[in-house]
């Protein structure tokens, strides 16, 4: 009797698993049907692919992929791509709640209506691909908790890193590790900025207006050059590496507007390059978090990404450490990026890969380090009036707060002759610190600003390892 109940259930799931292969055959042989939600940059790219690829892309899914709806703000605009008049509307509900859409690609960015738009393809059974980090920073939990419950996917390996597939890596190529650190360059724009800064000698303002001219920063490049992009992005690599549920406004968050080239320039003199740096690492059981411009000494690969690049760092219990760099942004890289959403989309894995990350889940998670307990060494620049006394002032705040001195730079200064005594042109102090508390540097930043002899503003730098 037991041998017969055995052999009726071995029968059993053997024809339960043929049929599950039968179903997914069925299912391959159709089209995947797209919905696509903004026509902007990013869109035109997808589509441009798929008009000029459609065979080989279709190839590596297993079954066509095709655009059947468009939701556009003017759907009277010239555009740069072949679109049918037929696909479009201006009524982005429409396309993604309409049931000849399979799968939702929301690439017009930003809170609102993207989330309203996303929920509503969810609950239409729709499964979701975005490259819209700021979404999931802020909406992630209620986005990924609305996609479970309708037994739907969100796939956003364009959120990241543009063309770098660092969401795949960290969800599978990384999964026999636990990551132990996170170093990136995640905003192409500010890099481009600094490398045009110190390889041309030109002015922020001036390599600002550059980067647009060349389509690398946008009309209004604030939430670039003000580090919340790279936050964003580095709260989305953190909740996958550590399970840590963050916002930019949990960790310092610094960006480049306020750099002057004379930086750049004494950080190359010391052995450094200045990067946008978003940084996660375990540290005593705690994870510490910051995306600010640090010094990143020059034999270090970060160091050496130039222009419109990113670069991401993972250290890895077993791995060690590994580098995945590439283009950041820009229209095609962050095409590729949805277009090989949308393929393990067609092929059932972006499914089992969302199944399988525990994302926005109720589970334990490593706890954020308060900023003040972070150790690391600083870079300082001081604009100081060249009066007797100084240095010694500021090295006596700094001693007073346990702050050791690897070093001082005062290049000498021109003799000049000043009938006004108030008239005394600043010239700029260096000096970099030994490994100390974020705690004791905002300390003596307090004291320091009330010295009549340093000038404003004065720049703090972090250097990294």
């Not at 960006?255 to 540290?283: F, M, N, R, S």
């Not at 890895?316 to 890289?333: I, K, L, R």
């Amino acid at each position: 009797m037991r041998r017969s109940v055995q052999s009726c259930v071995h029968r059993l799931m053997v024809a339960d698993f043929f049929t599950a292969v039968s179903v997914n055959n069925n299912l391959l042989m159709q089209p995947l049907r797209i919905g696509l939600i903004g026509l902007g940059t990013v869109g035109s790219g997808v589509l441009q692919l798929l008009n000029d690829e459609g065979e080989r892309i279709s190839h590596r899914a297993g079954r066509s992929i095709d655009v059947v709806r468009i939701a556009v703000r003017d759907p009277a605009k010239p555009r740069d791509v072949t679109v049918p008049g037929d696909l479009l509307t201006d009524d982005p509900f429409a396309v993604a709640t309409d049931p000849d859409v399979d799968v939702v690609v929301e690439l017009i960015g930003g809170l609102d209506p993207a989330r309203p738009i996303v929920l509503a393809a969810l609950e239409a059974g729709k499964d979701v691909v975005t490259a819209n980090k700021a979404l999931l920073c802020a909406e992630g939990p209620a986005l990924f908790a609305a996609a479970r419950a309708a037994g739907r996917c969100i796939a956003f390996e364009a959120a990241v890193a543009g063309g770098i597939p660092i969401v795949h890596v960290l969800g599978q190529a990384m999964a026999g590790n636990q990551v132990t650190a996170i170093e990136a360059i995640l905003n192409g724009t500010s890099n481009f900025i600094l490398s045009e800064m110190l390889q041309r000698g030109e002015s922020y303002a001036h390599a600002v207006l550059k980067a647009q001219e060349l389509g690398f920063a946008e009309a209004d490049p604030a939430m670039d050059v003000d580090g919340t992009d790279a936050a964003q992005k580095l709260c989305l690599l953190a909740q996958l590496a550590f399970g840590t549920r963050t916002t930019p406004n949990q960790f310092p968050r610094h960006g480049i507007d306020t750099l002057d080239l004379t930086d750049l320039q004494y950080a190359h003199e010391l052995g450094y390059a200045v990067k946008l740096l978003a940084t996660a690492k375990l540290v005593d059981g705690l994870l510490e978090m910051h995306t600010q411009p640090t010094l990143i000494r020059h034999a270090r690969p970060l160091a050496q990404v130039d222009g419109p690049f990113n670069m991401v760092a993972l250290t890895g219990d077993a791995v060690g450490e590994t580098w995945y760099s590439g283009q950041g942004a820009g229209q095609m890289p962050t095409a590729s990026a949805v277009l090989s959403d949308l393929i393990d989309v067609a092929i059932g894995r972006a499914q089992m890969t969302f199944d399988r990350l525990d994302l926005w889940e109720d589970r334990p998670s490593v706890p954020v380090q308060p900023a003040e307990a972070s150790i690391r060494r600083y870079y300082l620049r001081f604009p100081v009036e060249d009066r007797p006394h100084v240095i010694a002032d500021i090295t006596d705040i700094l001693g007073r707060q346990s702050i050791s001195l690897a070093s001082v730079i005062q290049h000498e200064a021109p003799e000049v002759e000043a009938n006004d005594p108030d008239d005394i042109a600043p010239v700029p102090l260096v000096i970099m610190t030994h490994r100390t508390r974020e705690g004791q540097i905002r300390a003596a930043a307090a004291e320091l600003n009330r010295l009549s002899t340093v000038r404003q503003p004065w720049v703090c730098m972090p250097v990294s390892g």
